[in-house]
């Protein structure tokens, strides 16, 4: 763990209690932690936290369905639901539905890691680097092999030349810096307007208890939706090109 880096409740229990197992495997790859005590950082704690959140609620909801008297939790995740796949829709041509799955999956992983750090105790996975690049080689990986399974390798291949054959030459390698530029894009953007918003949130709660903190919460909530958003919404666009059938 980085010196600077201040271990959160979450991570000293982890480093108190599993510190030996993820030593032992991190030596094992080939990747030994430079504290063997203290391989735990919080990103990964808190990583994990919410995808135990996510599969307690869920866990909840699914005990809880009803047709005839929906609760206020499966409302709201209906909701959800209507919003992705009402996106997924404009934003794909021909059958989004079956991306809506993984597009609803990115939007509430995101989104619940986003706002996890809005808790007092808690913080946000997406302000480490590491976090958001796994989510965006996981869209690039998807989109390419969603573009590959629809329209077949040489017609996939074949938008990497443009429009025309005779520019094959100067399309090619700019489409794939272009692809290959799209994971850094996606990276950059969510850790950091994330670690820009937890910064100055923290900043303006340690100069004040009144009504400012309120609205940089706010605002920091507002954040955690608008990037949660735009990942999936750039996911959506990133595949809706890659499944185009275009003549």
Partial sequence: MPEHEVELWTTVLFNKFLAAPLTSFLTAIGH???DPAHPWENWI?????VVVIIMVLFAF??????VDKP??????????YKFVSGQASESIDHHASKYVPFFGTLFIF?????????????????M??????????????????MGLREQGVGKYLAHFAGPMWQLAIIMIPIEIISHFARPLSLTIRLF?????????TITFLSLTYLVLPAVFM???????????????LLAMIYVGTATAHEH
Avoid: D
Wanted: glycine fraction near 6%; aromatic fraction near 16%; charged fraction near 10%.
């Fill in 218 to 232: 706010g605002l920091h909530v507002f954040v955690a939706f608008l990037q949660a958003f735009i990942f999936m």
């Fill in 45 to 49: 704690t808190m990583e994990i936290l």
């Fill in 71 to 80: 609760g206020k939790l499966q409302l709201t995740f209906e909701a959800i």
């Fill in 32 to 34: 030994p932690p430079a």
């Fill in 192 to 200: 950091a307007n994330m670690f820009a918003g937890e910064r100055v």
């Fill in 61 to 66: 909801l699914r005990s809880r369905l009803s």
């Fill in 110 to 126: 995101i989104l619940f890691m986003n706002l996890i750090g809005v808790i007092p105790g808690f913080e946000a996975p997406t």
């Fill in 128 to 145: 480490s680097p590491a976090v958001p690049l796994a989510f965006a080689i996981a869209v690039f990986l998807y989109y390419h092999w």
